[in-house]
């Protein structure tokens, strides 16, 4: 069995940042593709930003610039950092992680943490 679990989020005003971590525990040989998504009210969820295990980054067009993910493999962690925050940021972040176990290869989520930036 494999849990995610997010941390990091909260209130901020705009301008400022915030860093997410989503840590990843249990039966675990390796993680695989690691990525950030994001939901706002009465919207899809959406790809934020994603790196593979060999580190490449891609990001969305509306936080290219301004959002950095990164990953720590021997703590199976991803992490968000979100600078220069705006409100249109204002949604519940989800990591999103394939781990390789003893039974292959599965995709998991993570229960979400809300991240709220005020004008």
């Known amino acids: 069995q494999v849990q995610l679990v997010e941390s990091g989020g909260g209130l901020v005003q705009a301008g400022g940042s915030l860093r997410l971590s989503c840590v990843a525990s249990?039966?675990?040989?390796?993680?695989?593709?690691m990525a950030w998504y994001r939901q706002a009210p009465r919207k899809q969820r959406e790809l934020v930003a994603v790196i593979t295990s060999g580190g490449v980054t891609n990001y969305a067009d509306s936080v290219n610039g301004r959002f950095t993910i990164s990953r720590d493999n021997a703590k199976n962690t991803v992490y968000l950092q979100m600078n220069s925050l705006k409100p249109e940021d204002t949604a519940v972040y989800y990591c999103?992680?394939?781990?390789?176990?003893?039974?292959?290869?599965?995709?998991?989520w993570g229960q979400g943490t809300q991240v709220t930036v005020s004008s």
């Open positions: 999103n992680v394939d781990v390789r176990g003893y039974w292959g290869l599965s995709n998991y």
């Open positions: 249990g039966s675990i040989f390796a993680t695989e593709r």
